[in-house]
């Protein structure tokens, strides 16, 4: 465990260092701000609150996304896995949202819904939507056939067969996607907010790109992959104990 933190502590030294280096080269804090004024700048917006309602609003967009995107995958996904046909059916369809580009659902999400809350939430929903039913349909149909043929030995009900098999057997599935998209939301919603957003990270990235703030801009964005990287961590534990216990 101390190898791992030292490890990491490495890895944080060297991007500091790399940085620190970089704007002393260029010599320029409106192309590249430096570490230490970046972190005074954090501190700042901590300091006068500045910051809690735009985290707020992007916290409440990345994570109504990614609720509605679980809701509706774990419908689809199963019903994917259980019934071939649907599988057929909806596979292309599902391959066909994940293949359409951000900036495509940028597009259409000012035409749909205008600027504003509800565009950056469904568009983190479109992203990550097929993801998770693709991740939770494959879950379902490699599911141990030896395990369902003992239910059906001891004439089970189908209530205990999709619990403690079905559902159990997508578990994994369902932790690891949502490892996934819990980085990805947070990179989709700040991308949305910048273009078609009115409050939120992204939107203040926005805002310090007109004013030629590019501390602010970096600011902002070491706060954004601060929440990547916790929400990658929680949900890479979470995955470990799904595995242990589905094993």
Do not use: H
């Not at 809701?71 to 369809?93: D, N, R, V």
């Not at 141990?144 to 098999?165: G, Y």
């Not at 926005?206 to 992959?225: C, G, P, Q």
């Amino acid at each position: 465990m101390k190898v791992k933190y030292f490890r990491i502590c490495v890895s944080i030294a060297i991007i500091f260092s790399l940085w620190l280096t970089g704007s002393f080269i260029v010599g320029n804090d409106l192309l590249l701000p430096g570490p230490v004024k970046t972190i005074q700048r954090l501190a700042e917006l901590f300091i006068s609150g500045e910051i809690f309602s735009p985290l707020l609003f992007t916290a409440l967009k990345a994570l109504g996304g990614l609720s509605l995107a679980l809701l509706f995958s774990l419908i689809t996904g199963f019903a994917m896995g259980l019934i071939e046909i649907l599988y057929e059916i909806f596979k292309p369809i599902i391959i066909t949202l994940q293949a359409i580009p951000i900036v495509s659902w940028l597009a259409l999400a000012i035409l749909w819904w205008g600027v504003g809350f509800r565009s950056p939430l469904y568009i983190v929903f479109l992203t990550l939507f097929p993801i998770i039913t693709l991740n939770i349909t494959e879950g379902v149909k490699n599911v141990d056939k030896k395990l369902l043929e003992m239910a059906r030995v001891f004439n089970l009900s189908k209530k205990i067969v999709f619990k403690d098999i079905y559902f159990a057997s997508a578990m994994p599935f369902i932790v690891s996607s949502l490892r996934i998209s819990s980085g990805m939301m947070w990179k989709t919603v700040a991308v949305a907010e910048f273009m078609v957003g009115i409050s939120g990270l992204g939107r203040m990235i926005s805002d310090a790109k007109y004013a030629l703030n590019t501390t602010d801009v970096f600011a902002f964005t070491v706060i954004l992959i601060i929440l990547g990287i916790v929400s990658e961590i929680i949900f890479d534990k979470l995955s470990r104990r799904m595995m242990v216990r589905a094993s």
